[in-house]
T-cell receptor, first 111, second 112 residues
Framework: NAGVTQTPKFRVLKTGQSMTLLCAQDMNHEYMYWYRQDPGMGLRLIHY???????AKGEVPDGYNVSRLKKQNFLLGLESAAPSQTSVYFC??????????FGSGTRLTVV | LAKTTQPISMDSYEGQEVNITCSHNNIATNDYITWYQQFPSQGPRFIIQGYKTKVTNEVASLFIPADRKSSTLSLPRVSLSDTAVYYCLVGGFLEAGNMLTFGGGTRLMVKP
């Protein structure tokens, strides 16, 4: 089925470790987004991309980096994880007529 | 980006109609209004989108008054499975750099 796939689904990191979250889409959408959602809160935009090779900062970009080398993939990197980055991370893609499609999320715990 | 204000929570009973109102006083001319539904441990799911007047699909209706400073999501005959958080978002769609800003949403609890 067409959609947005996030890997991994769960991860536990130690403070200072690094990791990369992968978002893959097969809908040929131009726009891709990374959000984080803390318990009981709404989603906050970390970084986004309006096309292959482009990235831009969202509301809460500090401590994260992103890359969009291929249109279908959007990577979110944490270079040195901190407990404050414990959250659920959602990737979304966007197109004009159908709203935004979200992945199922990555639950990250930093200890 | 237009800021939105929604009730934090609402309770309803199965079979009732639920109306959730969202205020967006500084909505821009090119902004659309979009509603999403989120179940626990899942990503938000698109419900409905509109620009003005009324939009209806198989899931919900969206009512937008002429001044567009508010909108109302209407869920007919809710069931237990409609218990979720509902987000109202306002923003443009095609422009480069467009992004969605989520508020806290409305937590709907449907009781038997």
């Amino acid at each position: 089925n067409a959609g947005v796939t996030q890997t991994p689904k769960f991860r536990v990191l130690k403070t200072g470790q690094s990791m990369t979250l992968l978002c893959a889409q097969d809908m040929n959408h131009e726009y891709m987004y990374w959000y984080r959602q803390d318990p009981g809160m709404g989603l906050r935009l970390i970084h986004y991309s309006v096309g292959e090779g482009t990235t831009a900062k969202g509301e809460v970009p500090d401590g994260y980096n992103v890359s969009r080398l291929k249109k279908q993939n959007f990577l979110l990197g944490l270079e040195s994880a901190a407990p404050s980055q414990t959250s659920v991370y959602f990737c979304a893609t966007g197109a004009d007529d159908y709203g935004y499609t979200f992945g199922s999320g990555t639950r990250l715990t930093v200890v | 980006l237009a800021k939105t204000t929604q009730p934090i929570s609402m309770d309803s009973y199965e079979g009732q109609e639920v109306n959730i109102t969202c205020s967006h006083n500084n909505i821009a001319t090119n902004d659309y209004i979009t509603w999403y539904q989120q179940f626990p441990s899942q990503g938000p799911r698109f419900i409905i989108q509109g620009y003005k007047t009324k939009v209806t699909n198989e899931v919900a209706s969206l009512f937008i008054p002429a001044d567009r400073k508010s909108s109302t999501l209407s869920l007919p005959r809710v069931s237990l499975s409609d218990t979720a958080v509902y987000y109202c978002l306002v923003g443009g769609f095609l422009e480069a750099g467009n992004m969605l800003t989520f508020g806290g949403g409305t937590r709907l609890m449907v009781k038997p």
